[in-house]
């Protein structure tokens, strides 16, 4: 892959993290997840069997099946965001083994660690709202998600239709999985060489989400009952994954560097292009960093991916004070309803003809 280089890093990344190791030893604190993740983990996938074990086996009322699938829903979104995201890397433990053994929670309900870590670790945390590198911003041409991706006329009226496209999202994980497995190809680039025990890996817990999703609800309910149950939790789970993610790098606010022209280099270093390329949304807000696993920390989350979200308490702070003293904008919205709101702007305003198209925009700092 022909990758795009950044500038050296200069004083402020340096600066930022002496003071984060700092503080976490001042306050004691391990940059991994340490008990508190354990324990969140364990209440993240104890919800899972419990709600799983209600809805398939226990005879219980329509509205309790309901509600059951609901929390399946959910806890498929608390385990990626709180579990397997930390895991994936490397933050959740300090023990290597651990980290490897909670990463495949993402396989568990559904999705590939295997391909995650690629697309997700190298190709989004590196190359952040560069277009053709980041993973996260191809669509296969059904959002325009940055101003140099071409500009159909269906994009006229993605701000309407993206969001129900977001709920499509895990359907589109576990299908697109196995020719991006056995094909070799991630959208663009050549995927990670498969060995003889990732195969293995991939299908068994392809066969047990197969197992347990479909085989054992066929037999003990009505075929069409357990299919519309399945849809249903994907798009609940599907939609919570995209609007999360999206509300960190395609809003207003955020920028879509290019290269310098001639190169396949750009002019900030690693760090600086980072906060220049995501947002926070609720920093202030507890119950929406429990929910989301930090994620609306995006900009501590990418700035320290070795730090759990459970620290990210002790670090932001200090990340918003260090960029305003080295004159960088730290970028935020200050509630969930308000990032939406940025980002739906964004959407409209990347769904115009680009001749017409108002480029234009502010963040909230």
């Known amino acids: 892959?022909?990758?795009?280089?950044?500038?050296?890093?200069?004083?402020?990344?340096?600066?930022?993290?002496?003071?984060v190791d700092a503080a976490l030893a001042e306050a004691g604190t391990p940059k991994d997840g340490a008990a508190r993740i354990a324990l969140k983990s364990l209440f993240c996938l104890g919800l899972l069997a419990a709600s799983y074990v209600t809805?398939?086996?226990v005879a219980v009322p329509v509205w309790a099946k309901l509600l059951s699938a609901f929390l399946v829903a959910q806890s498929i979104v608390l385990i990626g965001f709180c579990v397997m995201h930390d895991a994936g890397h490397g933050a959740f433990s300090k023990h290597r083994w651990v980290n490897k053994l909670m990463v495949h929670s993402l396989d568990l309900i559904g999705g590939s660690q295997a391909l995650w870590k690629y697309k997700h670790n190298i190709l989004h945390h590196t190359f952040t709202n560069l277009e053709e590198l980041d993973d996260d911003l191809d669509t296969?041409?059904?959002?325009?998600?940055?101003?140099?991706?071409?500009?159909?006329?269906?994009?006229?009226?993605?701000?309407l239709y993206a969001l129900p496209a977001y709920s499509l999202i895990t359907i589109h994980w576990i299908i697109?999985?196995?020719?991006?497995?056995?094909?070799?190809?991630?959208g663009r680039h050549d995927a990670p060489a498969r060995t003889p025990l990732a195969t293995a890996v991939f299908l068994g817990f392809k066969a047990l989400y197969v197992v347990l999703a479909f085989v054992i609800p066929f037999a003990l309910h009505t075929w069409w009952h357990v299919l519309a149950v399945w849809v249903g939790i994907q798009l609940i789970a599907g939609f919570t994954f995209s609007l999360v993610f999206q509300l960190a790098h395609v809003v207003e606010g955020v920028d879509f560097p290019s290269p310098l022209e001639g190169e396949r280099r750009v002019e900030e270093s690693w760090a600086v292009h980072q906060l220049a390329t995501t947002v926070d949304f609720a920093p202030r807000n507890p119950l929406v960093s429990w929910y989301t696993g930090g994620l609306n920390h995006q900009v501590t989350h990418h700035l320290f991916t070795k730090v759990s979200h459970v620290r990210y308490g002790v670090v932001q702070p200090i990340v918003e004070e260090t960029a305003r003293e080295f004159g960088l904008t730290y970028k935020k919205h200050p509630s969930?309803?308000?990032?939406v709101g940025a980002h739906l702007r964004m959407i409209a305003a990347l769904g115009r003809k680009p001749a017409e198209a108002r480029t234009t925009v502010t963040a909230t700092a």
Request: aromatic share 16%.
């Open 55 to 57: 809805l398939v086996f």
């Open 1 to 19: 892959m022909d990758r795009i280089h950044f500038a050296r890093e200069g004083a402020f990344y340096a600066t930022l993290r002496k003071r």
């Open 176 to 186: 697109s999985d196995f020719p991006e497995f056995f094909g070799g190809k991630i």
């Open 336 to 339: 969930v309803m308000a990032a």
């Open 140 to 159: 296969n041409g059904l959002l325009r998600l940055h101003p140099e991706q071409e500009w159909k006329p269906h994009h006229r009226f993605q701000v």
